[in-house]
């Protein structure tokens, strides 16, 4: 045995010492921690885009602008607790526990918790409460930009004018030839909706409004991509027009929504948990999903190890080395050392990875963090990392004699698994 651990020491620190290997091993989380952050920072950099909205029937403009103004004051809660959450003292820094959070989904605890944010005052008033547990050097609070923000008609068309007429001295300001004036400064014109005079009639007559080209409501950008604003322009002109048609019927509108924001929480238990504990939390789906990212983890670090182990023997039996390793230790010695060797490379790997993600939550202050080290508290205390060990050597095992016996025998079998 002797013999067996100095070949697997050698085949670890060959493997180990060189840079290509650790550059090779960080390369994932750092892929990872780019791919957040870019996807972050682009989400944050974001500019405003400005669209305009010419609503001769009177009936949509507010409706839309108020579903805006929610969806702005949605965004600026967000901030503001990911805010207080980074910039508050130690001791007083609220906790997140994902063991006490039901997994039934909290959609109206949301709904109700920007009904009572609006409703107390909004930004102001949350920064008032949450001052007394804030850092004394707490950067000042930095408001979302609004990602839509609707500006007037330019000077030179008339809003009562046709929508064809409206259009056609707007298509300029669409193609980017021309920009809006805001605030003294001109910006492009993102997008445009123009609303015929029939569109609220054709609409409390039932069936759906006309669209297209000569329809009653028209929505014209040269952004495709962009689906956020004409969806929630539509989400918006629906609520309007049925909020009216109830009014129209006779039914009070408070009362519909009141009834349509009820909302029925149907419970998850799992009976194998202790007496008491049977509600199925949010810390129960990440251990339940939990084995999809192992599976992953296994995937890339099995075949990794298995290039490497193919490669090394490949390479010893080209220049000799394998005669040499011969003429000291047995075949099977040497055949068991690089398997151990290379199984604690496999190791090493995956040790890595996950330190990677311990360092980077140490770094991190904010509920994500929080999120993220509870998610891995919870698969931790499931059992599951002996078990994915486990797995990762019997699959080692597996693929190491698919790799490892073909190289010690016909050339051709070694091009075919290099092939492949």
């Known amino acids: 045995m002797r013999y067996t651990f100095l070949v697997a020491l050698r085949e670890y620190v060959e493997n180990a010492k060189t840079k290509g290997f650790w550059i090779g091993i960080f390369m994932l989380p750092l892929m990872i921690a780019v791919g957040i952050g870019v996807t972050t920072l682009l989400a944050q950099s974001e500019p405003s885009r400005h669209f305009v909205v010419v609503d001769q029937s ?35 820094r609220p906790d997140v526990d994902l063991a006490a959070i039901p997994a039934d989904g909290n959609q109206g605890d949301q709904a109700a918790a920007l009904a009572a944010f609006t409703a107390a005052g909004g930004k102001d008033a949350f920064l008032s409460r949450a ?32 929508m064809e007429e409206i259009l056609a001295k707007l298509r300029p300001y669409l193609l980017g030839e021309r920009r809006v004036a805001v605030d003294g400064r001109e910006v492009p014109l993102f997008a445009a909706l123009l609303v015929s005079p029939d569109a609220l ?7 759906t409004v006309r669209s297209g080209g000569n329809g009653a409501i028209q929505y014209w950008s040269t952004n495709l991509a962009v689906d956020n604003l004409p969806n929630r322009i539509r989400d918006a002109l ?54 999809v990212a192992f599976v992953y983890m296994l995937w890339i670090s099995i075949f990794s190890v298995m290039q490497m ?13 394998a005669e040499v390793l011969l003429s000291s230790v047995t075949p099977g010695e040497i055949m068991m050392g690089k398997l151990i060797g290379i199984a604690a490379i496999g190791f090493t790997m ?8 311990l360092g980077g939550l140490q770094a991190y202050r904010g509920e994500g963090a929080q999120v993220v080290a509870q998610a891995l508290d ?8 002996p078990v994915f060990l486990l797995c990762f050597l019997f699959g080692y095992l597996i693929y190491a004699g698919v790799h490892y016996c073909p190289v010690n025998g016909d050339g051709g079998d070694c091009n075919a698994l290099m092939m492949w």
């Open 58 to 92: 009177g009936a949509f403009a507010d409706a839309i602008e108020q579903s805006l103004d929610l969806a702005h004051q949605r965004n600026v809660l967000q901030a503001l607790r990911q805010y207080v959450q980074e910039n508050s003292r130690a001791a007083r």
């Open 131 to 162: 001052r007394s547990m804030l850092d004394e050097n707490a950067p000042a609070f930095e408001e979302p930009s609004r990602p839509f923000v609707p500006v007037d008609l330019p000077d030179e068309i008339d809003n009562d004018a046709s």
């Open 201 to 207: 009639d054709e609409a409390m007559r039932g069936g």
């Open 238 to 291: 629906n609520d309007e027009i049925r909020r009216r048609l109830y009014i129209d019927r006779g039914v009070d509108a408070s009362t519909v929504r009141d009834i349509e924001e009820t909302r029925v929480r149907l419970g998850a238990f799992d009976p194998g948990k202790a007496e008491g504990e049977e509600t199925v939390s949010v810390a129960d789906r990440i251990v339940q999903n939990a084995p």
């Open 309 to 321: 182990l193919l490669y090394n023997t490949i390479e010893e039996k080209s220049n000799r080395i």
């Open 350 to 357: 995956v040790a890595a990875w996950l330190a990677a993600a």
């Open 378 to 385: 919870a698969v931790w205390a499931s059992g599951l990392v």
